[in-house]
């Protein structure tokens, strides 16, 4: 069973692939953080600085992580155990940390969309036309038993894709969920830029602002980047274990790239057009999708509409991203103790459910704080800021130095798929991955 049997699940095509991956990616990272992120880093010199580090490092990480996941066709902990043994599990175990940690609080804020969807008709439209979202937004986070139950509501959603498995669940929700978001961006996206004073958004988005350009918005990009592509807790060697052995990892790993880059992307130009046409305040931080936005939305005519789209599409991120973590834990329980998928679908996802209660408690001050912190800000800090970056550090080092050959045999197929910037890429994985996430993770260690 914990072999790399011919009895392991597989995705059904490169397509299904694509979409499962691109979909752990684009998430709540992509379509909340980014625009936001971006709003508060003076915006298009952010946004170049943003592109050229997830093409350089994040590609690389990306790459190294669905190499070491498909040579093995483990999960994060197995894998590391089988091509590199000694101390090397020990990456994927945080990895799996990581996973329990993230899901418990991604869980809540994705529980929010849902009931977003739902106040979009019953009364956020209202609260918003009065300048009032900000009330009713703390309220509705204050509010214990909502919370918990929306966040029951989207776990249950994420352990059911997972209990159906990698064909039958993942792959096949992902291939409709995606598309389905492409299109629903495109649509709020058309909605934005047609609105009168869309211009001055587009201008603040795109037009690079060079003096905003501190150390502080390259770090504030690297760790986006890193957070927004999935990587470093071993969401991609998962993911690489089931795909077939004929497939070429560079382009997949690229289009999975290009996919999450152009989605965060294209999020902005949903959003700051419309909060500039009704004068909102760009870089209102993380309460510009909750707050601000549904303050614009009330403005515009058919906003409950809109309102209810912009949440959909979020739903649709956030859950085609946290069966993506759902997973690390499930296929390190399935191959390495040998429980059911049905057993640590469900076992592992009522755990992280419970785990993530006191973050869901915490945003209304009914769960106590930790060293100043919500709880859900703190473990958001445990994990995105330090385990994160500590596992990109190590899983370059480990491709670009202790499996070499093995690392170079896997992305060119057995040398049958030449990949030209083979070579650039180990340096990237040797040297400048390892270099760039350490400094970020010394830099952003700020409680
Ligand atoms: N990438 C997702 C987002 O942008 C979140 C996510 C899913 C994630 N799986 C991950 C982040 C693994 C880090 C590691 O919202």
């Not at 997830?54 to 994060?76: D, K, P």
């Not at 961006?185 to 058309?190: A, F, G, H, K, Q």
């Not at 294209?266 to 305040?281: H, K, N, W």
């Amino acid at each position: 069973m914990s072999e790399n049997g011919a009895d392991r699940e597989q995705w059904g095509s490169r397509f299904g692939f694509i979409m499962a991956a691109a979909g752990s990616a684009v998430g709540l990272g992509n379509i909340w953080r980014f625009p936001y992120i971006t709003g508060m880093n003076g915006g298009g010199a952010f946004v170049l600085i943003y592109l050229a580090i997830v093409f350089i490092i994040g590609f690389s990480v990306m790459l190294a992580e669905m190499g070491i996941g498909r040579a093995a066709g483990l999960n994060a902990v197995g894998s590391f155990k089988k091509l590199g043994g000694g101390a090397w599990p020990l990456v994927g175990w945080m990895g799996v940390i990581a996973g329990f940690l993230i899901l418990s609080f991604y869980g809540v804020v994705a529980g929010w969309t849902i009931a977003y969807m739902i106040k979009s008709f019953t009364g956020l439209m209202e609260a918003g036309a009065a300048g009032k979202a900000g009330d009713l937004f703390g309220a509705f986070v204050s509010s214990p038993a909502q919370v918990v139950a929306y966040q029951a509501l989207f776990m249950f959603a994420t352990i059911w894709i997972v209990f159906r498995g990698i064909g039958e669940g993942i792959e096949k929700y992902c291939k409709l969920m995606m598309p389905a978001l492409f299109v629903i961006l495109l649509v709020l996206i058309l909605r934005a830029v047609t609105l009168d004073g869309a211009g001055k958004g587009l201008e603040f988005y795109l037009k690079p602002d060079f003096s905003k350009v501190t150390g502080g918005t390259i770090l504030a990009a690297l760790g986006q980047g890193f957070f927004s592509l999935s990587l470093g807790m071993g969401c991609m060697i998962t993911y690489g274990s089931y795909l077939n052995k004929k497939e070429a990892l560079p382009s997949a790993a690229m289009t999975v790239v290009f996919l999450d880059t152009m989605v965060a992307f294209l999020s902005g130009f949903a959003i700051f057009p419309a909060v500039f046409a009704f004068g909102m305040e760009p870089a209102a931080g993380p309460g510009l999708t909750f707050i601000t936005l549904p303050s614009v939305f009330a403005k515009m005519p058919m906003g409950s509409v809109f309102s209810f789209l912009f949440f959909l599409l979020l739903f649709f991120a956030a859950l085609t991203s946290s069966v993506s973590l759902l997973e690390v834990c499930v296929a390190y329980f399935k191959d390495e103790l040998g429980w059911s998928r049905a057993k640590a679908s469900w076992v592992l996802g009522l755990v992280i459910f419970a785990l993530g209660v006191p973050s869901a408690l915490s945003l209304g001050g009914h769960f106590p704080k930790i060293a100043g912190k919500d709880f859900l800000d703190a473990v958001d800090f445990l994990s995105s800021n330090v385990l994160l970056p500590l596992g990109g550090i190590f899983i370059s080092l480990f491709a670009g130095w202790v499996w070499l050959d093995g690392a170079r045999k896997e992305v060119t197929n057995q040398g049958s798929h030449p990949f030209p910037v083979e070579t650039a890429w180990i340096w990237v994985c040797r040297v400048v991955a390892p270099l760039a996430i350490a400094w970020i993770f010394v830099k952003g260690l700020k409680w």
